[in-house]
């Protein structure tokens, strides 16, 4: 079972577009997949004053996989509320343990002219972040002191040693399958959590994955290698909010942040399967709601994630790389990538032209 959770702003578009592509893939290879709906963010915080309500977990729970929109927006965008949409996206990781954030970054030929960059500097760009996901700053202790001249706000970041350890586990295997070679982000000249970070990963590269080339990173460096030197990066692993920001930072390289897919993965079973989130990186997009605008790629890579981590659908997963491969190629483009060739097509119409692409050569019945 596949539990969506559509969310806030282009979230439902998008979403759906996802949805129509996995019941294709479900009539062109003979699947079954069954859906069921759930709300989160914003959208759970108008109809029952949760960003995660207990159904919504519950759901997820049973699910195999689930696939996700986008949360937030400005209606709940107010920095003293109690209760924010992002706590829900927060709280469904916990609630699921994902721990592993994979967010590729890859930069086609056909939409090169989207990116601020010069085409000769990206050609050849292909990399993928592995971001922890439940530890550091963004789930440590929070408080908020009044004094005497003011206010005093403290977020504690805190890792564990086991936090580490299956995180770059995650990472040094991704390595292993793609160029051998891994860097590791930190900030180990400031903080004690990166020098633990830093000693954790040595050890654990050292003793278990020898064949595997470590590379340490301090994280301002890594921002700006990320820019000079973007085809220096195969697998990079870094902890949760430098993960947060230097992905999105990634994102100008490829042209688009619409372009760009997620997996949020827990532990494997016997089968090496993982139960994940699935989600484009880009946010609600409140500004185009509704316009047909918002670009469904990021999300339908995503759903090719999720047949492959999730299902072990590897040959579903690259025919609906393989689809959106060419659509891309072929100009079919939302307006965040039409500026290279001035062709703007629809949210819609973009879905149409991958679903159509998708198992053209398969012939088989469900």
């Not at 997009?285 to 790629?297: C, H, L, S, Y």
Request: aromatic share 4%; charged share 25%.
């Amino acid at each position: 079972m596949i539990a969506l959770l559509p969310g806030d702003g282009i979230g439902p578009e998008v979403c759906a577009a996802g949805r129509t592509v996995l019941e294709v893939v479900a009539e062109r290879f003979g699947h079954r997949f069954e859906f069921e709906e759930g709300v989160i963010g914003g959208a759970a915080i108008d109809q029952v004053g949760n960003p995660l309500p207990d159904s919504t977990v519950e759901m997820c729970q049973r699910a195999d996989a689930v696939l996700l929109g986008a949360v937030g927006g400005p209606k709940w965008d107010i920095p003293t509320a109690k209760v924010r949409p992002e706590q829900g996206l927060l709280g469904i990781r916990r609630a699921l343990g994902l721990f592993a954030n994979l967010r590729p970054v890859r930069c086609r030929p056909a939409v090169l002219a989207a990116s601020p960059f010069k085409p000769e500097h990206l050609a050849g760009v292909d990399f993928v972040f592995v971001r922890e996901l439940t530890g550091g700053i963004y789930f440590g202790e929070k408080r908020l002191e009044a004094l005497d001249n003011g206010e005093r706000a403290t977020d504690v970041c805190s890792y564990t040693t086991i936090e580490i350890e299956r995180i770059v586990r995650v990472a040094a295997a991704l390595a292993r399958s793609r160029s051998g070679r891994l860097i590791s982000v930190d900030k180990a000249n400031v903080l004690e959590t990166s020098r633990l970070w830093r000693r954790v990963v040595t050890r654990v590269i050292s003793d278990e994955y020898p064949d595997v080339e470590l590379q340490h990173m301090l994280v301002d460096t890594c921002a700006m290698k990320l820019v000079q030197t973007p085809r220096s990066f195969d697998v990079v692993v870094t902890e949760n909010m430098f993960g947060d920001i230097l992905t999105d930072e990634a994102a100008v390289l490829a042209g688009s942040i619409g372009l760009l897919p997620s997996a949020s993965l827990g532990a494997g079973d016997a089968n090496g399967t993982r139960r994940g989130i699935y989600e484009p990186i880009h946010g609600s997009a409140p500004d185009i709601v509704g316009t047909g605008r918002a670009n469904p790629i990021g999300t339908i890579l995503s759903c090719a994630m999720l047949l492959r981590h999730s299902f072990g659908m590897e040959t579903e997963a690259r025919a609906v790389e393989s689809a959106v491969e060419a659509t891309i190629e072929d100009g079919a483009l939302t307006p965040d990538l039409a500026v290279t060739n001035g062709r703007v097509a629809l949210t819609s119409e973009v879905t149409a032209a991958i679903v159509s692409r998708i198992g053209a050569e398969v012939s088989v019945t469900s």
